[in-house]
């Protein structure tokens, strides 16, 4: 084998070190630096989609606390809302049971009314009535001495 021999170490070690100078220059001089920048234009892309999210995450966070404001002076304003329609509610109620009270006492005045005047109407109709039945029961029973107006004037003396 011709690697083998001694009189071409010489060679094989200058051919190695030549080759292995070239190689390390060509690596050195141009496929670490583009690999370096390509690396670089990663990071610099990954800092920038960083900063985006970041500035992302501050909008974000911002109108979430823009929308709990929101949504608290929304549940504070209805609060509000409902407890000003209660209180109208309430006063409206308050109101029409005035009214219908007043409503139902003039009624019930009203028909207390009525039954007073039913109540003189049907005694003087009970009087008539009983006066005509003293009168029919005196003139069957034939006693000429008790008249009419004996019979009238007893039945005013008991009201």
Sequence with gaps: MPQLEISTYLTQIFWVITTFVIF????????IPKISETIEARKRKY???IMKAEEINKKALATLERYEETLAAAK???SEQI??????????????EAEINQQLKSKIA?????????????MSRIEELS?????????????????????????????
């Design 83 to 96: 407890k000003a329609n209660e209180e109208d509610l309430r006063k409206m109620i308050e109101d029409r």
């Design 24 to 31: 390390w220059m060509i690596m050195d001089h141009i496929i």
């Design 47 to 49: 800092d920038d989609f």
């Design 76 to 78: 504070l304003k209805a």
């Design 110 to 122: 009203e028909h207390e009314e009525k039954l007073v005047k039913d109540k003189v109407e049907t």
């Design 131 to 159: 006066e005509i039945a003293a009168t029919a029961i005196i003139k069957q029973l034939d006693l000429k001495t008790i008249t009419e107006a004996d019979i009238k004037e007893v039945s005013k003396q008991k009201e």
